[in-house]
């Protein structure tokens, strides 16, 4: 399950239950959720009633029961998920963590989120997350080596450091956390959080798209600009060569840095690409 998926069954669960106080709407919410869930779990309908019945005056048909009964068996689903992986909440820790930085990293102006809620977020992360990813600290403002110690930092030099642990976090993931492998038994499944969807719709991003999304970044200088499509041309050439997978990610770790140093609209941009990496 994606942290996708698991995001849209959670705000699903909460319709259901918003739907108890009225019959309005309730067949088509119903109908909806039917439709979208057998999708994705194979008979996600058997087992739920379809006895909805209207209301008296002619009103709405009541659906109510069946949306309890859809509630109940999606939390079901989560719960099972969970079961199966040793290290989801952890995974769905880390996700809530990325989407953190990503909204800190965008209001740029301190806006919606202040500078000392940003430090905190800063401080909170590196230390959950030191001990996993290697070289976290490496090109951070105010880090103090021989105390493994993040000394508090502002302005710029928080937002350059929230930039780098983000990117540094995306990349880590990228790679299928694998420091974390470590710590789990061998005969123990992993499931694998990404950002694609498991209802087998295909979202391939190509390598010819990310160049024209590269080009179209205004922000950047043309100078830049080469670089980053340079660096895809060199990603493109580990990707598509008859190397084992081992061998490919051990010849684009030098790109996965590069790219850790980016600012985030690049290293979103490029992620996608590591993925590729089979």
Request: proline share 4%.
């Amino acid at each position: 399950m994606t942290t996708e998926l698991l995001e849209i069954m959670q705000k699903d669960i909460k319709r259901c239950e918003d739907a108890q106080s009225s019959n309005e709407g309730t067949r088509r919410l119903y109908q909806a959720l039917i439709a979208k869930y057998n999708g994705i779990f194979e008979g996600f309908e058997k087992d739920i009633p379809t006895s909805g019945k209207a209301a008296f005056g002619g009103g709405e048909f009541n659906y109510r029961p069946e949306l309890n009964a859809i509630k109940e068996k999606l939390e079901l689903l989560i719960v099972t998920d969970n079961d199966k992986d040793p290290l989801f909440n952890f995974k769905v820790m880390y996700e809530d963590d990325l989407e953190s930085l990503k909204k800190a990293i965008s209001d740029a102006e301190n806006r919606e989120t202040p500078e000392s809620a940003k430090l905190q977020l800063y401080k909170d992360v590196t230390a959950k997350y030191h001990p996993y990813i290697p070289k976290l600290s490496d090109g951070l403002y105010d880090y103090i080596q021989a105390y493994a110690f993040y000394d508090d930092v502002s302005g710029e030099s928080l937002f350059h450091n929230l930039k780098q642990v983000y990117n540094k976090m995306l990349s880590f993931k990228a790679l299928g956390y694998p420091s974390l492998k470590e710590t789990v038994p061998q005969s123990v499944p992993m499931v694998q959080i990404t950002n694609t969807n498991e209802n087998k719709v295909d979202v391939n991003i190509s390598f010819s798209d990310v160049r024209k999304e590269i080009e179209n970044m205004s922000a950047l200088p043309d100078a830049e600009i080469e670089e980053i499509l340079y660096k895809i041309n060199e990603l493109e050439k580990i990707v598509k060569s008859s190397d084992r997978k081992s061998k490919k990610w051990e010849n684009a770790k030098g790109i996965v840095k590069w790219i850790a140093d980016k600012g985030v609209d690049v290293g979103i941009a490029l992620l996608p690409l590591l993925l590729q990496i089979k």
